[in-house]
C-alpha cells in the first residue's frame, strides 16, 4: 500500500514538474483572503491562466516577497511574522479541517541541522529548483509531512510542514502537489 502511495506522490509531482514556469503572480485579487503581513509584497490572488498542468487549475498564486507558491482554491493562507525560529517570511496554509502545524517558512537553522528522530519515510524533493528532502513523520497520535530544501543567502533553511491526526494519502499528494509549485523569489529582481 505504501508503495503504490509513493508511486501516485510521484506520479503527482511529475505531472507538477511544467508547473514550476507558470508560478508568476497572477491578475486578480482572490475575494475573502487577507494578510496578516502589513508587508506590501504579500500577494494572493487567483490565476486567470490555466498552467501547464491541468491539475492546478483554479489553485491561488500565493506570493510573498521571497517565496511563490500555489495552493488548492480552498485553502486560506495568511501571512504571519516569522517567529519561534522562521527568519524572513513565514506562511500559515490555512488547510481546512487541520487545526495544527500547517505553515511554509524560512528558518535560521541550516538544513544539515534538522534531522528528525521520527521520520518513517524520506525521499529526495526537489524545491524550488534547490535539492531537498521530504520527511513523512509519524509518532503517538500525529503525522507530519515535511518538504525542506537550503534557504538561500539569508537563510538557513526553507521547509513546507503539516501535521495531522492520522495518515492522510489525499492531504500527501496534494502537498507534494504544493512544494513542487514552490519559486524562490531574489528582493529585488
Not at 103 to 110: G, L, Q, R, T, V
Not at 141 to 160: M, P, Q, R, V
Amino acid at each position: 500500500m505504501k508503495h503504490r502511495i509513493f508511486t501516485f506522490g510521484i506520479l503527482l509531482l511529475l505531472l507538477a514538474l511544467p508547473a514550476l514556469s507558470a508560478c508568476k503572480p497572477a491578475q486578480s485579487t482572490a475575494a475573502g483572503l487577507e494578510t496578516a503581513n502589513t508587508s506590501s509584497a504579500a500577494e494572493i490572488s487567483v490565476s486567470n491562466s490555466q498552467p501547464d498542468n491541468p491539475a492546478l487549475a483554479g489553485w491561488q498564486t500565493v506570493t510573498g516577497e521571497h517565496v511563490s507558491f500555489r495552493l488548492p482554491p480552498a485553502w486560506r493562507p495568511t501571512a504571519v511574522e516569522p517567529g519561534m525560529g522562521s527568519v524572513l517570511e513565514s506562511w500559515t496554509l490555512g488547510i481546512p479541517g487541520v487545526e495544527t502545524d500547517q505553515d511554509i517558512s524560512f528558518f535560521a537553522a541550516p538544513l544539515e541541522q534538522i534531522q528528525p528522530t521520527d521520520s518513517i519515510s524520506e525521499y529526495p524533493f526537489i524545491i524550488g529548483g534547490r535539492p531537498g528532502v521530504k520527511w513523512v513523520r509519524a509518532g503517538a497520535g500525529y503525522f507530519s509531512y515535511d518538504y525542506y530544501t537550503g534557504g538561500g543567502a539569508d537563510a538557513g533553511s526553507f521547509g513546507l510542514h503539516v501535521t495531522v491526526a492520522d495518515e492522510t494519502p489525499e492531504l500527501e499528494a496534494e502537498l507534494d502537489m504544493v512544494a513542487s509549485t514552490i519559486s524562490f523569489i531574489t528582493p529585488g529582481k
